[in-house]
Nanobody, 114 residues
Framework: QVQLVESGGGAVQAGGSLRLSCVTS????????FAWYRQSPGKQREFVAY???????NYADSVKGRFTISRDNAKNTVYLQMNNLKPEDTAVYYC????????WGQGTQVTVSS
């Protein structure tokens, strides 16, 4: 069974940083586009950033200039470096293929206090 395992979340103050990791057992990892998403209480899951197999990235306007997505194909891992965190970044963060064709993992909680 293909798995997505997110980690690295935590509680930080505004202006702080966190680095999220997503390890996957997807056999086609190296050729797939992967993305990070987040969901806040009472809101729908929203796109945060994606990275293609060629390393091309794209970000939601709300995180541009603060978040950086990267990948390590040797480790089947996608990362999300989050700097200058804001209270509105508080959410559960998930990774998945861009097509969202894999079952969602449990996510990792990020809590930013003001």
């Amino acid at each position: 069974q293909v798995q997505l395992v997110e980690s690295g979340g935590g509680a930080v103050q505004a202006g702080g940083s966190l680095r999220l990791s997503c390890v996957t057992s997807i056999s086609t990892f190296i050729i797939n586009t992967f993305a990070w998403y987040r969901q806040s209480p009472g809101k729908q899951r929203e796109f945060v950033a994606y990275i293609t197999s060629a390393g091309i990235t794209n970000y939601a306007d709300s995180v541009k200039g603060r978040f950086t997505i990267s990948r390590d194909n040797a480790k089947n891992t996608v990362y999300l470096q989050m700097n200058n965190l804001k209270p509105e970044d508080t959410a559960v963060y998930y990774c998945n293929e861009w097509t969202q064709s894999t079952s969602w993992g449990q996510g990792t909680q990020v809590t930013v206090s003001s």
